[in-house]
Nanobody, 123 residues
Framework: QVQLVESGGGLVQAGGSLRLSCAAS????????MGWFRQAPGKEREFVSV????????YYADSVKGRFTISRDAAKNTLYLQMNSLKPEDTAVYYC????????????????WGQGTQVTVSS
């Protein structure tokens, strides 16, 4: 198992930016596909983005494509999500997750989850 701790959430106006971070510890960070998911009040958790363990492949939900960028720093064991042009519909709790040996967009493939960080976008 890998332990994950998110940070960087907050309140921002529409059109603004935030960068989320996810610090990983435990097993070798480089063996995991790393992803971001989010859950808005009253809605199901949804996929946001995932990156391969090499960092060479990344995938995005259509709703964030072109606005969000996922990246990872292997030396720091840290995953990032740069969020630009934020919209009120991006308001949610954002979760970092790790999938051992997989690059997946399906939440059930991820065995480790962080506690979440709140992102609120005001109109």
């Amino acid at each position: 198992q890998v332990q994950l701790v998110e940070s960087g959430g907050g309140l921002v106006q529409a059109g603004g930016s935030l960068r989320l971070s996810c610090a990983a510890s435990g097993r070798t960070f480089s063996s995991y596909g790393m992803g971001w998911f989010r859950q808005a009040p009253g809605k199901e958790r949804e996929f946001v983005s995932v990156i391969s363990w090499t960092g060479r492949s990344a995938y995005y939900a259509d709703s964030v494509k072109g606005r969000f960028t996922i990246s990872r720093d292997a030396a720091k064991n840290t995953l990032y999500l740069q969020m630009n042009s934020l919209k009120p519909e991006d308001t949610a709790v954002y979760y970092c997750a790790a999938a051992f040996g997989k690059v997946s967009t399906t939440g059930t493939d991820f065995g480790s989850w962080g506690q979440g960080t709140q992102v609120t976008v005001s109109s």
